[in-house]
């Protein structure tokens, strides 16, 4: 028990491989070492253990009624469904001699990865320590002006201000007060930031363009800024401006979830899938919870042929929401690489229900119908694709794969 072995590489196991590396240290960082005798039961079919094991020396024996028994030695593990879904063991594991285990725990599993530590502080320089010196004076003669004029004049020149005025669909009245604002104070990003809030919620998207921009040019570090003019070009389909902002958004702000989000919905419509999957790796790290962002984040892992891992990630987010279109039908298109078009179907199926109007959706659905051998039903769904997608690449690929399906259906007949 004194010479405890070194900590496994997660890596090794196929799906810890892929996640994140922030994610994975974690993860590490909290194994724990459990010692068994020879001949004691680890774990007993049917029995809930919510954990990982790691075996890290000694050897053990794992069987199950509907399997032989086989020897699991140091660097092997087991209890994968119990870790992932919290299912009771499907094995019986014993140690066939004193062995050594590296336990994750279920609990763990489900914690988000903790925030990296603060950046330290930079000190001021002089001449910032100057110009903050004269912004305070400014401040406080401001205060007097303000106090001097009356406590209701106090409340009017607090930011909050347009805040209330638009929440009480008083826009017009928060936008005239910061076009005022903004001609006191020409030099305030922030001012002009606040006004590109009010433009958006106006519905006036090029003013507020405009005014995010000059609110960069007064100061490019800005976090928030970046962010919401990002959205604004990414609306525009100015995808690649759209992520040069959100990218600063993410290195002026590290722990920006919803910069980090962004940025990889960005790269995402540029088609730039690596790039993608790794914005949304890094979003799963600040919080893995995020039911939307691990389905895509499967979807694009999937496109790398990872698709033991997608399936696992597919499965965790149904199991947490079962209605969800896009883990449906990706595990859809599981099944159908894995030549099962009857569970395809049952999960293409669901996600019809709830997005009928998905052109790719139904071009999936027509693979499946066609596996299941019924040629006219699949060319129904092809057709729906061809005539409702917007993307040339799937209207192409519907098209080639309807005019197979029609030769069949002509040659039966």
Do not use: C
């Amino acid at each position: 028990m004194d010479n405890v072995p070194k900590a496994p590489d997660l890596k090794t196991i196929v799906f810890l491989e892929e996640l994140p590396p922030r994610r994975r240290e974690f993860l590490a960082s909290r194994l724990e070492t459990r010692f068994y005798r020879g001949g004691s039961q680890i774990i007993r079919e049917g029995r809930r253990g919510d954990f990982l094991g790691i075996l890290a020396s000694g050897e053990a024996t794992i069987e199950n009624q509907e399997s032989q028994p086989r020897t699991l030695r140091a660097g092997d593990h087991f209890g994968s469904t119990m870790l992932l879904y919290g299912k009771a063991s499907g094995f019986t594991v014993t140690a066939k001699s004193d062995t050594t285990l590296w336990v994750l725990q279920r609990s763990t599993w489900l914690e988000p990865t903790p925030p990296p530590p603060p950046r330290p502080k930079i000190l001021l320089n002089p001449r910032q320590v100057r110009t903050l010196a004269v912004g305070s004076l400014l401040t406080g003669a401001l205060v007097m002006f303000v106090l001097i004029l009356g406590p209701s004049l106090l409340d009017r020149v607090t930011i909050t201000l347009p805040v209330r005025w638009a929440e009480s669909g008083r826009i017009p009245w928060a936008e005239r007060y910061l076009l005022t604002v903004t001609r006191w104070q020409p030099d305030s990003a922030v001012n002009y930031g606040y006004l590109g809030d009010i433009l958006v919620l106006e519905g006036r998207t090029e003013d507020a363009v405009e005014a995010y921009q000059q609110a960069i040019e007064l100061d490019e570090y800005l976090p928030w800024i970046h962010n919401n003019l990002g959205v604004l070009l990414m609306e525009d389909e100015e995808y690649s401006q759209a992520a040069v902002h959100f990218q600063k958004a993410v290195e002026l702000s590290p722990q920006s979830l919803t910069a980090t989000i962004n940025l990889g919905s960005a790269y995402y419509a540029q088609e730039d899938w690596e790039a993608a999957a790794a914005a949304y790796g890094s979003a799963l790290e600040l919080d893995f919870s995020l039911l939307d962002t691990k389905a895509a984040w499967a979807g694009l892992i999937l496109s790398e042929s990872r698709l033991v891992e997608a399936r696992l990630v597919w499965e965790d987010v149904l199991l947490q929401d079962p209605r969800h279109p896009l883990a449906l039908q990706g595990l859809g298109v599981v099944s159908l690489l894995e030549e099962d078009p009857t569970l395809a179907m049952m999960y293409l199926d669901a996600a019809r229900y709830l997005d009928p109007g998905d052109p790719a959706l139904h071009l999936y659905i027509g693979m499946a119908l066609e596996g299941l051998e019924q040629p006219e039903k699949a060319a129904e769904a092809y057709e729906f694709a061809v005539q409702n997608a917007s993307n040339p690449e799937l209207v192409s690929l519907a098209k080639s794969l309807l005019e197979v399906v029609l030769e069949e259906v002509e040659g039966e007949n």
